[in-house]
């Protein structure tokens, strides 16, 4: 079992920048991908980032490339996404997610992930 534990939403001006954090605990993570969704009010789970752990290549949503970095700790089984140039669009919550299953075609697809962290709020004032 794997727990995920998010850290460092906000409330931001936008243009302003927030790091969210991502621990996972319960044992050393060594699955396929640890990634980040976010799903805003009256709209659908939205890929945001996602980083293969094997070699550390991440992917970004075309809404956030340019804008938002994942990256990773390995030595602290954490995954860190940082936000620059914020939006008022980019409110919503936040879900950390780690993956077992394997497959770079599906690492934004939220089914590959198969443990999800309690979310954390980002809201960008305009």
């Known amino acids: 079992q794997v727990q995920l534990v998010e850290s460092g939403g906000g409330l931001v001006q936008a243009g302003g920048s927030l790091r969210l954090s991502c621990a996972a605990s319960?044992?050393?993570?060594?699955?396929?991908?640890m990634g980040w969704f976010r799903q805003a009010p009256g709209k659908e789970r939205e890929f945001v980032a996602a980083?293969?752990?094997?070699?550390?290549?991440?992917f970004h949503g075309d809404s956030v490339k340019g804008r938002f970095t994942i990256s990773r700790d390995n030595a602290k089984n954490t995954v860190y996404l940082q936000m620059n140039s914020l939006k008022a669009e980019d409110t919503a919550v936040y879900s950390c997610a780690a993956s077992y299953r394997g497959g770079t075609s599906l690492i934004g697809k939220a089914y590959l992930y198969d443990y999800w962290g309690q979310g954390a709020q980002v809201t960008v004032s305009s």
């Open positions: 980083i293969r752990w094997s070699d550390g290549n991440s």
């Open positions: 319960g044992r050393t993570f060594n699955g396929y991908a």
